[in-house]
C-alpha cells in the first residue's frame, strides 16, 4: 500500500490523484457523498475515472503531461466551491519548466483553479499557480481566493524553484472574523494574507468551470501560452492543514 494511499484515507481528502501507481493510472475521488476508496490488499486503487475528465492529458513518464504540447491539458473533477465558507488546503507536486529570460512573455504555470483568473474577479472562484512573468521579471508562488469582486493573496518569491520537483500547497483558514490564506513550499511556508471573513468565489461569479488540476491552461489564447507543467499529484483537503501535516505530506510526496 503506498503511501500517498494511506494520506487519501483521511476522512477530509477530497482528492487525491496520482499520475502513476502500481503500473496503473489511477485515482481517488471522494465528492460529497461517496464514502473513502479503501486500497485493496495487493497496494493498487480503486477506480473512479469516471468521476475525473482528463483533457489531452497522457501518463507517460509516471507524470500527469500533456500529450499534445501545443494544446490546452488539465484533469477537470465535479468538485465547485463557488459560495464555499469553508476551510480547504490544495497540495500539487509538480515540475515549472523556466522559460527564456528574454522571452519579454507572462506564463502561468497552472496548479489547481476553478475559472479564469485572467478575466478578473468575476471570472474565477480561487487559482493555485505558479507565475512566471518574463516583463517585469517576477516569478512567484501565486495562491489567489476571489469573493465575487475582488480578489485575496498569499503569494510568494519562486524565483528559485523552476525547473525543478516541488510540492506547493495553499490553505484557505475560515475564522469567525477573519480569511487567512497560507502558501507552502516544500512543507515551509513561504507566503500568507488574512482579511475580514467572505465566502470565496461567491455565486455571484460568473464561471461554471469545474475545478481543474490544470497542466497547461490557455482560455485566452495568449494569457497562459507556452507555460506546459507537469504534475506527479494532486491532493484536496476539507479542511486547513496545520504547517506540520502538510511537511509531512510533503516529504512523502516528495
Known amino acids: 500500500m503506498s503511501a500517498l494511499s494511506q494520506i487519501a484515507k483521511d476522512p477530509s481528502c477530497l482528492l487525491a490523484a496520482d499520475a502513476l501507481q502500481g503500473g496503473r493510472w489511477l485515482s481517488i475521488l471522494k465528492p460529497e457523498g461517496v464514502q473513502p476508496a479503501v486500497p485493496s490488499g495487493e497496494g493498487t486503487w480503486e477506480e473512479r475515472t469516471r468521476l475525473l475528465t482528463f483533457n489531452n492529458i497522457t501518463t507517460a513518464g509516471g507524470v500527469f503531461r500533456a500529450e499534445n504540447d501545443a494544446k490546452v491539458a488539465g484533469i477537470a473533477t465535479p468538485l465547485d466551491f463557488r459560495g464555499n465558507t469553508t476551510s480547504k488546503t490544495f497540495i500539487v507536486r509538480a515540475f515549472c519548466p523556466a522559460h527564456d529570460p528574454d522571452a519579454g512573455r507572462f506564463f ?46 498569499a503569494y510568494a ?34 507566503g500568507s494574507s488574512s482579511a475580514q471573513a467572505f465566502a470565496w468565489g461567491t455565486p455571484t461569479a460568473t464561471t461554471t468551470q469545474e475545478t481543474t488540476v490544470g497542466i497547461r491552461r ?37
Open 108 to 153: 502561468l504555470h497552472p496548479l489547481i483553479s476553478q475559472g479564469n483568473a485572467g478575466s478578473g474577479a468575476t471570472a474565477f472562484t480561487f487559482h493555485f499557480s505558479v507565475r512566471e512573468d518574463r516583463q517585469s521579471g517576477l516569478i512567484q508562488v501565486y495562491p489567489v481566493v476571489s469573493n465575487g469582486r475582488v480578489f485575496y493573496s
Open 218 to 254: 490557455d482560455p485566452n489564447d495568449s494569457y497562459y501560452a507556452g507555460s506546459l507543467t507537469r504534475i506527479s499529484a494532486a491532493l484536496i483537503f476539507d479542511r486547513a492543514l496545520t504547517q506540520p501535516e502538510i511537511a509531512a505530506i510533503s516529504n512523502t510526496m516528495g
Open 157 to 190: 518569491d519562486a524565483s528559485e524553484l523552476l525547473d525543478s520537483w516541488h510540492v506547493f500547497a495553499f490553505s484557505i483558514e475560515h475564522l469567525p472574523e477573519s480569511t487567512v490564506l497560507r502558501s507552502f513550499v516544500d512543507g515551509v511556508q513561504v
